[in-house]
């Protein structure tokens, strides 16, 4: 276990991390700075690799998007829905392939319901971060 720490976490950086779903890409929080920073899964600096191997307390690797838990969260926003219309637009936008850029562009002309799933969506992503901290025994000063 680790010491309780507070940290000071720029988090808007951090939910970047949290929200990003590029597989190039991975990034890390750095226990002693607070820094969040990214490099590419492909780095082939053998030195960084082995530096961060080493030091596996100090540098995090933060979790990856979770887009299972996207699509629940989307599901979830669909069925609490009282317009029926748009309930049944994004129900069939849900079930195609590439229905996460669907329901924003069909949510786009929903100003009011838009709003209301990207403040869910913060919500929970807020939620998912904060407890990823507290698993590390981390605790910034100012949370959100």
């Given at each position: 276990m680790h010491a309780l720490r507070n940290l000071e976490i720029v988090w808007e950086d951090l939910m970047e991390a949290f929200e990003n779903g590029d597989q190039d890409l991975i990034f890390f929080l750095d226990r002693e700075t607070g820094e969040v920073f990214s490099v590419p899964a492909e780095y082939e600096d053998e030195s960084f690799w082995d530096e961060v191997a080493s030091q596996e307390e100090r540098f995090l690797e933060i979790?990856?998007?979770?887009?299972?838990?996207?699509?629940?969260?989307?599901h979830a926003f669909i069925q609490r829905l009282?317009?029926?219309?748009?309930?049944?637009m994004l129900t069939r936008a849900f079930s195609g392939q590439q229905s996460h850029g669907r329901l924003h562009e069909i949510l786009a002309f929903y100003p009011e319901e838009h709003e209301r799933f990207q403040a869910i969506r913060e919500a929970f992503l807020t939620d998912r971060a904060a407890h990823w901290l507290e698993e590390h025994d981390i605790y910034p000063p100012e949370r959100f």
């Open positions: 979790p990856p998007f979770d887009y299972g838990q996207e699509r629940q969260l989307v009282t317009n029926e219309g748009l309930k049944a």
